[in-house]
Every structure is written in structure tokens, then in C-alpha cells.
């Protein structure tokens, strides 16, 4: 059983910062790939960052230069930290983890981003 938690979520106002955490029940160093993903009613699930096992971070331009991807591989934890928050960055994101052609997804933790 894979299982990722997701926590950090919460209400920010615009500019601010918040980390995301995802705690996975095994070593975050089987899989292929750590990302995080967002999604909001009525949009597509899009990626906001990924790391590959062993490769570069990869983000869009929506994030790019605001949002980072890190982990910690003693703890089994990998981190969104978020800065400059935006409305539009207002969402639930996903922690996903990849193995071979197979995905695991968190819960998923709301952030709000509101004056």
C-alpha cells in the first residue's frame, strides 16, 4: 500500500507563501518521479512541478520562478514551497509519485489564495 499525505494547504493572502508537505509511506527514492499537481472545478489537472529520480526540475511558466519542488529523503517527504501566491494559484494540489508506468495520488490539501 502507497500512500502520500498531503498538509500545508491553508488560506494566504496574495504574495504571500506557504510550503506544501507530502509524506509517503515508503521511500521516496523507489519512485521515478516525485511531482505536484493543481486542479480546480471545471479545469484540466495541470502539473506545477516535478523531480524526476536522478534528473532536473521541471516547472510551467505559470510557476515558474515562485514555486520549488525539494525533498527530504531521511523523512520520506517531498515539499512545494510557494511564493509570490496569486490568486489564480487558488486550487487543490496533489502529491503524485510515479513508478514505472504506475501513479499514486495524496488526498489533496485546498489552498486559497484571497485578499
Known amino acids: 500500500q502507497v500512500q502520500l499525505v498531503e498538509s500545508g494547504g491553508g488560506l494566504v493572502e496574495p504574495g504571500g507563501s506557504l510550503r506544501l508537505s507530502c509524506a509517503a509511506s515508503g521511500s521516496i527514492l523507489n519512485f521515478n518521479a516525485m511531482a505536484w499537481y493543481r486542479q480546480t472545478p471545471g479545469k484540466q489537472r495541470e502539473l506545477v512541478a516535478i523531480?524526476?529520480?536522478?534528473?532536473?526540475?521541471v516547472y510551467p511558466n505559470s510557476v515558474k520562478g515562485r514555486f520549488a519542488i525539494s525533498r527530504d529523503n531521511a523523512k520520506n517527504t517531498v515539499y512545494l514551497q510557494m511564493n509570490s501566491l496569486k490568486p489564480e494559484d487558488t486550487a487543490v494540489y496533489y502529491c503524485?509519485?510515479?513508478?514505472?508506468?504506475?501513479?499514486?495520488w495524496g488526498q489533496g490539501t485546498q489552498v486559497t489564495v484571497s485578499a
Open positions: 503524485n509519485a510515479r513508478w514505472n508506468l504506475t501513479n499514486y
Open positions: 523531480m524526476p529520480r536522478g534528473g532536473s526540475t
